[in-house]
């Protein structure tokens, strides 16, 4: 079936609008209008965005292969979304390249997956307000989703950039600190390393005023001493 799926989408037909619509679902209004929201949706994402609609599935092959397999051939390695749909299925899926893997939460891809599944199941809508419904969703997702990545990168830029202005002034805030310490720990040693020597002093008998008496004292000094 690879061969039957390199058949059935190699007339790329109105995909380099971003669009190949075999059900006819789109009215020729809608047509240009999606296609244009398409267009700037890759302009702004910097990626191909594929919507396809087809009215019959070849043998074998499911709606999540085929989506992927139009989503290799279409765009190669670029990034790239295409959204496929099944008319005789009734079914959808979403093929996203590695790209969007990398750049994106995987559980916010699998999320957009699950209600663009909701969008199409929902009998309540005509098939062409449900094929707008769940691109025009998974395009507003994903550029809320690019619009929260790039804030995040700014934001950590920024924060290295404020970590690089802040080691210079760390550290020599840190050698003055180390240099006060170590003038205080040489006077410290200084210190400790003087040695005291008092004199030795006798004092003799004090009487009272009253007797006349006064003080006597003998002072011996250490020749050495400081």
């Excluded at 043998?59 to 005789?88: C, F, H, N």
Aim: glycine share 6%.
């Amino acid at each position: 079936y690879e061969i039957q799926a390199s058949d059935w989408s190699s007339d790329v037909c109105s995909s380099d609008l971003g669009i190949r619509d075999e059900t006819r679902a789109l009215t020729a209004e809608s047509h240009r209008v999606l296609a244009e929201e398409l267009k700037q949706f890759s302009q702004n994402l910097k990626c191909d965005a594929w919507f396809q609609a087809t009215s019959f599935m070849p043998a074998g092959l499911t709606v999540r292969r085929k989506a992927q397999i139009t989503r290799r051939e279409w765009s190669g390695a670029r990034p790239a979304v295409l959204m496929a749909y099944d008319r005789a299925s009734n079914s959808n899926a979403m093929s996203f390249s590695p790209d969007f893997w990398d750049r994106y939460p995987a559980a916010d891809l699998v999320e957009i997956i699950q209600e663009v599944r909701r969008i199409q199941a929902d009998t309540k809508l005509t098939l062409e307000e449900r094929l707008i419904q769940a691109t025009r969703y998974w395009m507003d997702r994903l550029r809320s989703m690019e619009s929260v990545r790039l804030k995040q990168s700014l934001w950590l830029q920024r924060g290295e950039k404020s970590f690089a202005l802040a080691v210079p002034v760390f550290l020599a805030g840190g050698g003055v600190v180390l240099a006060f310490l170590g003038i205080v720990s040489r006077r410290r040693s200084a210190r400790a390393g003087r040695r005291f020597l008092f004199p030795e002093v006798q004092v003799g008998m004090r009487f009272g005023a009253a007797y006349g008496g006064g003080v006597t004292s003998e002072i011996k000094t250490n020749v050495g001493a400081q």
